[in-house]
């Protein structure tokens, strides 16, 4: 049993799904003693990863707000008025080559850029193809969110440079109707496709704290652990609230469930990188901690994610990471 704690294996390449996970099996997994749960998830991580490595990302939101999907969750959706985020246009690319050099600085691997679009139009990809291929060539990994892509574009992603295309399943897909009415969850299905036939590594995750139950959390990991080959990245957001949107005063989800989503994602996704994505500000470093021994393996740095505050001090993660003993990938 300790041998594999003591010698974690080198780092693995994305795999297609071993298995094919039904809800209820993945429901058995999150209904585990939260402790034995844990302790699965921490072996299935240090049977894959080497538990003290960390990816570090780094988000700029290159145009932000004014989008026109209706997504409950987002404070970009030009539908939710009361969240007062003005609409902005592209931002300029020397500004953007700027913060993605302060992003390498600060230990950061990889560079998303999001934009608060349904879909890019053509004119959208010849912009963002210049940014991706100035950001690699600043010796980054880059990943893209632009929302639907149309045939051929995540093509011209991949041509630019773009590495890692982050397009999230978001919620279990029988209530993705109860968040989303602008699009379906054969839309989302429709581009990760695209992305993948393209040759792109896919960052597909979720969000939790939606109101949802335990049941539609394991429906959402599951549908994320069946897509196949797995998404090489897996964002696990808790939701941030963000007022004028219209889960504003949605309840607090218990922290050992957060993690339990966490410990979930790991055993059904083993060769994957678990993210800990939004949400780190509400979290004990405790709590974060507790994420990272269920198998959560790469965070995002910075002081903001896309509109909202991330970590409050520059250095609040370097301390955190030191005092676990987590070095950067
Ligand atoms: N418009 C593109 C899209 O929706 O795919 C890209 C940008 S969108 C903001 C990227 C992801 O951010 C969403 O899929 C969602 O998971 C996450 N997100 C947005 N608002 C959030 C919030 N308030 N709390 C947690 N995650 C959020
Ligand atoms: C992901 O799953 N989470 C990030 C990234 N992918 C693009 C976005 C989190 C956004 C949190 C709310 C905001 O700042 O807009
Ligand atoms: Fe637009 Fe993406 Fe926000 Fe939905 S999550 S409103 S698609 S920016």
Partial sequence: ??????????????????????????????????????????????????????????????????????????????????????????????????????????????????????????????????????????????????????????????????????????????????????RQV???????????SAGLKICCGGIVGMEENRADRAALIASLANLDPQPESVPINQLVKVSGTPLQNASDLDWTEFVRTVAVARITMPKSFVRLSAGRTQMPESVQAMCFLAGANSIFVGDKLLVTPNNKEENEDSVLLQKLGLIRE
């Avoid at 990889?110 to 004119?123: H, I, L, Y």
């Avoid at 054969?186 to 993948?196: A, I, P, Q, S, Y």
């Fill in 1 to 182: 049993m300790t041998e594999h704690l003591l010698k974690p294996q080198a780092k693995p390449t994305p795999h297609p799904t071993a298995q094919y996970w039904r809800k209820c099996q993945v429901e058995e997994l999150f209904d585990l003693p939260f402790l034995d749960l844990i302790f699965q998830a921490a072996s299935v991580h240090r049977q894959n990863f080497d538990p003290h490595k960390i990816q570090i990302s780094a988000l700029l939101s290159i145009k932000t707000g004014g989008c026109p999907e209706d997504c409950a969750y987002c404070p970009q959706s030009a539908h939710h008025k009361g969240v007062g985020l003005a609409k902005e246009t592209m931002m300029d690319i020397d500004e953007i080559i700027k913060k993605a050099q302060i992003a390498k600085q600060r230990g950061a691997s990889r560079f998303c850029m999001g934009a608060a679009w349904r879909g890019p139009k053509p004119k959208d990809i010849e912009t963002v193809s210049k940014i991706i291929s100035a950001v690699k060539a600043l010796g980054m990994e880059t990943c893209g969110t632009f929302g639907m892509l149309q045939d051929g574009m995540a093509e011209d992603l991949k041509a630019a440079g773009l590495d890692y295309y982050n397009h999230n399943l978001d919620t279990a897909p029988d209530k993705y109707n109860n968040i989303i009415h602008t």
């Fill in 186 to 196: 054969e839309d989302r299905m429709d581009t990760l496709g695209k992305v993948r």
